[in-house]
């Protein structure tokens, strides 16, 4: 690939009025800067928000890292070189609406910092911040480099680098490869966002992804078609010079995988794993690959395609007609199709990256058969653990508010926690539980958090026999498949005591008189944590009778992270990177000052 020049971007002209026409502001390394942005400021012709211009003495090969943070507006940072050259930009890099810039100096000078924001209404107090910026042990600038299979290496984007065709600096790696490896290449930056390009032994592309690792991380998977050295292209996604560094990461991944573009079986409870890679069937969203299985008329399946490297996609097809198709009807981000099959024969799944284009990695697919909805108007059985397919439809129990419903029985035993899951992709779902009395003891619309679905967890003081009531939310005539689940959760944290959580379960807990009490007077329950490994997880602390909020601390009780409304609504959700072999300490807790109480649940799983 052969460098070409980028010309650089001269954005003086962009404002209106010269630099000079400013009082000149220093700022120096390791000295932070406070000022304010106001109506009184030149502006920038483009979005018309006031800058400041400030004079920074730089050294050939000094490397550097500026933060702008504002809490009054969405900060935005330029940094120019002594002829007046944009060296880089920044808008989101920092935390929240912060910007962070990492820059490299080509020479000795005077550079200019421009402090401005992103809205043109802009004003308010700033903080400018030029720090050391401690680079990694890297190959050296414009050099290919070279690793092997299995291996993780530090790198960095800096003047010297090779231009890519589109303008951003570009590194190479090459490695060896046997035929027919199963490929996973993988690159990581938290100072720019990604972009990842993979060349076989012919120098032709075999696969390119931007952010198919989340947060601006990138992800290749590829089979390696003929023996011999690949190359691999780090760059960063746009047409800007970003300057920062990365972690590039090569490993052959085992498994049993169907070959590429071949279709594969699959049977009824079964879990299959999958792979998206080059060489697979080519459908309307990219890569895909096939699984048929044998259905017959009136028969009810669920399929479900979950992946921590893509989001997946999934089509079902008889006789190539499509019968559903759904992107994040299952956990998370997963793809969930239920439906009664409508004649008897082969079927065919097609699993997909819904972005088409994503290369897509690993997956697994379910398929899981379940009982015939019960016939209209009749009272359903359901046992813990079971999750059942219903249907709404004409002849269930009419509602006097108008619509139908369904009911379901199960028996529990006293002071039983009790977890009811009702799904559908056809309405919106509304799920009530009634005791033997017929009395509502607990109700809910779209408790799952994810869309429409419903989610009820309960503590049943009285044992005997309980009654689900399962209908669509509001007055409006739902029809259609749904899925019922009934559940055991774990024990509920009791007023005071401390519960320990477990990786992949959900506790139920309340806030109640005799919990711990906060500075500001609200109560907390206190929940301990203790990851056998190393890594991110996602905490969730889920209430429909509370705004939630979390709060992550060391063994020691210092806070190590808080968050209030990160989940959906107002629950509180924070991913957070543990330690094997440490404690830490999980309160659920309520927003502000005033004394909620309320049923919650909390969950603590791996970050896909």
């Given at each position: 690939?052969?460098?070409?020049?980028?010309?650089?971007?001269i954005?003086?002209?962009?404002?209106t009025?010269?630099?000079?026409?400013?009082?000149?502001?220093?700022?120096?390394?390791?000295?932070?800067?406070?000022?304010?942005?106001?109506?009184?400021?030149?502006?920038?012709?483009?979005?018309?928000?006031?800058?400041?211009?400030?004079?920074?003495?730089?050294?050939?090969?000094?490397?550097?890292?500026?933060?702008?943070?504002?809490?009054?507006?969405?900060?935005?940072?330029?940094?120019?070189?002594?002829?007046?050259?944009?060296?880089?930009?920044?808008?989101?890099?920092?935390?929240?609406?912060?910007?962070?810039?990492?820059?490299?100096?080509?020479?000795?000078?005077?550079?200019?910092?421009?402090?401005?924001?992103?809205?043109?209404?802009?004003?308010?107090?700033?903080?400018?911040?030029?720090s050391?910026?401690?680079?990694?042990?890297?190959?050296?600038?414009?050099?290919?480099?070279?690793?092997a299979?299995?291996?993780?290496?530090?790198?960095?984007?800096?003047?010297?680098?090779?231009?890519?065709?589109?303008?951003?600096?570009?590194?190479?790696?090459?490695?060896?490869?046997?035929?027919?490896?199963?490929?996973?290449?993988?690159?990581?930056?938290?100072?720019?966002?990604?972009?990842?390009?993979?060349?076989?032994?012919?120098?032709?592309?075999?696969?390119?992804?931007?952010?198919?690792?989340?947060?601006?991380?990138?992800?290749?998977?590829?089979?390696?078609?003929?023996?011999?050295?690949?190359?691999?292209?780090?760059?960063?996604?746009?047409?800007?010079?970003?300057?920062?560094?990365?972690?590039?990461?090569?490993?052959?991944?085992?498994?049993?995988?169907?070959?590429?573009?071949?279709?594969?079986?699959?049977?009824?409870?079964?879990?299959?794993?999958?792979?998206?890679?080059?060489g697979?069937?080519?459908?309307?969203?990219?890569?895909?690959?096939?699984?048929?299985?044998?259905?017959?008329?009136?028969?009810?399946?669920?399929?479900?395609?979950?992946?921590?490297?893509?989001?997946?996609?999934?089509?079902?097809?008889?006789?190539?007609?499509?019968?559903?198709?759904?992107?994040?009807?299952?956990?998370?981000?997963?793809?969930?199709?239920?439906?009664?099959?409508?004649?008897?024969?082969?079927?065919?799944?097609?699993?997909?990256?819904?972005?088409?284009?994503?290369?897509?990695?690993?997956?697994?697919?379910?398929?899981?058969?379940?009982?015939?909805?019960?016939?209209?108007?009749?009272?359903?059985?359901?046992?813990?653990?079971?999750r059942?397919?219903?249907?709404?439809?004409?002849?269930?129990?009419?509602?006097?508010?108008?619509?139908?419903?369904?009911?379901?029985?199960?028996?529990?035993?006293?002071?039983?926690?009790?977890?009811?899951?009702?799904?559908?992709?056809?309405?919106?779902?509304?799920?009530?539980?009634?005791?033997?009395?017929?009395n509502?003891?607990?109700?809910?619309?779209?408790?799952?958090?994810?869309?429409?679905?419903?989610?009820?967890?309960?503590?049943?003081?009285?044992?005997?026999?309980?009654?689900?009531?399962?209908?669509?939310?509001?007055?409006?005539?739902?029809?259609?498949?749904?899925?019922?689940?009934?559940g055991?959760?774990?024990?509920?944290?009791?007023?005071?005591?401390?519960?320990?959580?477990?990786?992949?379960?959900?506790?139920?807990?309340?806030?109640?008189?005799?919990?711990?009490?906060?500075?500001?007077?609200?109560y907390?329950d206190?929940?301990?944590?203790?990851?056998?490994?190393?890594?991110?997880?996602?905490?969730?602390?889920?209430?429909?009778?509370?705004?939630?909020?979390?709060?992550?601390?060391?063994?020691?009780?210092?806070?190590?992270?808080?968050?209030?409304?990160?989940?959906?609504?107002?629950?509180?959700?924070?991913?957070?990177e543990?330690?094997?072999?440490?404690?830490?300490?999980?309160?659920?807790?309520?927003y502000?000052?005033?004394?909620h109480?309320?049923?919650?649940?909390?969950?603590?799983?791996?970050?896909?």
């Amino acid at each position: 690939m052969t460098p070409r020049v980028v010309p650089l971007l001269i954005v003086a002209a962009a404002l209106t009025s010269p630099l000079g026409a400013q009082s000149p502001r220093a700022v120096t390394v390791g000295r932070p800067v406070a000022d304010s942005l106001t109506a009184h400021d030149p502006v920038r012709r483009s979005v018309r928000a006031p800058y400041h211009v400030w004079q920074l003495e730089g050294r050939r090969g000094q490397r550097l890292v500026l933060d702008l943070v504002s809490s009054d507006f969405d900060a935005y940072l330029v940094v120019r070189d002594p002829d007046g050259y944009t060296l880089g930009s920044d808008d989101d890099s920092g935390d929240e609406l912060n910007a962070r810039l990492r820059v490299i100096l080509a020479r000795d000078g005077t550079y200019r910092v421009i402090t401005t924001a992103v809205g043109d209404s802009a004003r308010g107090r700033y903080t400018l911040t030029v720090s050391g910026w401690e680079t990694p042990l890297a190959p050296p600038a414009g050099e290919t480099a070279a690793l092997a299979i299995g291996d993780t290496k530090d790198g960095l984007l800096e003047p010297g680098d090779d231009l890519s065709p589109d303008g951003p600096y570009q590194d190479r790696w090459t490695f060896s490869a046997r035929q027919g490896a199963r490929l996973r290449i993988e690159l990581h930056s938290a100072d720019f966002d990604s972009y990842l390009a993979v060349l076989g032994p012919d120098g032709a592309v075999v696969g390119t992804d931007d952010d198919g690792l989340g947060e601006r991380n990138s992800l290749v998977a590829v089979r390696a078609r003929a023996a011999g050295q690949y190359t691999i292209l780090a760059s960063s996604f746009g047409e800007d010079l970003r300057v920062g560094a990365y972690r590039v990461t090569v490993l052959e991944e085992t498994g049993v995988f169907a070959d590429p573009g071949a279709p594969a079986a699959i049977q009824a409870g079964e879990t299959k794993e999958g792979r998206l890679e080059t060489g697979d069937a080519v459908g309307a969203r990219g890569i895909e690959d096939r699984w048929t299985f044998q259905g017959r008329a009136g028969q009810v399946f669920r399929l479900d395609a979950v992946s921590g490297d893509f989001d997946p996609y999934l089509v079902l097809r008889f006789d190539e007609t499509v019968v559903d198709s759904n992107d994040d009807g299952g956990d998370g981000n997963g793809a969930r199709i239920l439906t009664v099959l409508q004649g008897t024969g082969t079927y065919t799944a097609a699993v997909s990256a819904f972005t088409q284009g994503d290369t897509g990695g690993r997956y697994t697919l379910a398929l899981t058969g379940s009982a015939a909805p019960a016939e209209p108007g009749r009272t359903a059985r359901i046992a813990f653990g079971q999750r059942l397919a219903g249907r709404l439809e004409r002849g269930d129990e009419a509602r006097e508010d108008g619509g139908y419903q369904d009911r379901w029985e199960f028996d529990a035993r006293p002071d039983q926690d009790v977890t009811i899951e009702m799904r559908s992709g056809a309405f919106d779902t509304y799920v009530e539980l009634r005791d033997q009395q017929g009395n509502v003891v607990a109700e809910n619309d779209d408790g799952l958090g994810d869309g429409t679905d419903s989610f009820i967890a309960a503590h049943l003081t009285r044992g005997g026999r309980y009654r689900i009531v399962v209908r669509g939310y509001g007055d409006r005539e739902s029809t259609g498949l749904y899925e019922l689940a009934l559940g055991q959760a774990s024990a509920a944290a009791r007023p005071g005591q401390e519960i320990e959580l477990r990786l992949g379960e959900t506790t139920m807990g309340r806030l109640e008189p005799g919990d711990s009490v906060m500075g500001d007077q609200s109560y907390a329950d206190v929940f301990v944590f203790r990851p056998i490994v190393s890594g991110r997880v996602v905490i969730q602390v889920r209430s429909s009778d509370f705004d939630a909020y979390l709060i992550v601390q060391d063994a020691e009780g210092r806070t190590l992270a808080t968050d209030d409304d990160g989940g959906t609504g107002t629950d509180a959700q924070l991913t957070y990177e543990v330690v094997a072999g440490r404690t830490y300490r999980i309160l659920a807790n309520s927003y502000g000052e005033e004394r909620h109480t309320g049923a919650y649940r909390v969950t603590v799983r791996p970050a896909s």
